[in-house]
């Protein structure tokens, strides 16, 4: 069985053209974040096996999540906390490593004029059709938010999983 991809539902792309007066403007393509996220994640998803579960993909988009937020947060922000810690984190596992090489050398190669920040995110399965609705987040303005009020957007460094095949 195929799996279809059905993209729903993007916002905030008009908010921050309104929002962005007296601060820096971050690039954002005329795309949406979810439509972004499922091309970026595309190598991951094609690796998993046609009848995988919703929780096997909300796994596999949580490390394309995590990839992705990372760059933004370092190219962007100059955090580079959560790029550094997932390099450290997947430095023992050469699969993982390399695996998340070649998703930080994928977004900066293709996507690296996407500077907006993967937020609130969902899959569902239905019918063996895949939706992903993703909220987009403006990298500055969290950066200026997390300094005012000590909250910020929460990266989750997935632990160390090994994949058995069988």
């Not at 450290?88 to 500077?115: C, H, M, W, Y």
């Not at 609705?133 to 000590?150: C, I, N, V």
Request: proline share 4%; with cysteine; hydrophobic share 35%.
């Amino acid at each position: 069985m195929r799996r279809e991809v059905l993209i729903v539902n993007d916002r905030h792309r008009e908010k921050w053209a309104m929002t962005s007066n007296n601060h820096q403007r971050t690039a954002y393509p005329n795309r949406k974040i979810s439509e972004t996220f499922l091309d970026f994640a595309a190598p991951i998803l094609r690796m998993m096996p046609d009848n995988s579960c919703e929780k096997d993909i909300q796994t596999a988009l949580k490390i394309a999540f995590t990839v992705w937020n990372a760059i933004v947060l370092a190219d962007v922000n100059g955090n580079h906390h959560y790029l550094n810690q997932i390099l450290t984190l997947t430095s023992e596992d050469p699969s993982s490593g390399l695996l998340v090489n070649q998703l930080i050398a994928r977004k900066r190669a293709l996507f690296g004029d996407d500077q907006r920040l993967i937020g609130e995110y969902k899959v569902t399965l239905k019918h063996g059709k895949m939706n992903l609705w993703a909220e987009a987040r403006e990298p500055r303005s969290l950066h200026r938010q997390s300094a005012q009020s000590g909250n910020g957007l929460h990266l989750t460094v997935p632990p160390h999983t090994t994949h058995q095949s069988g």
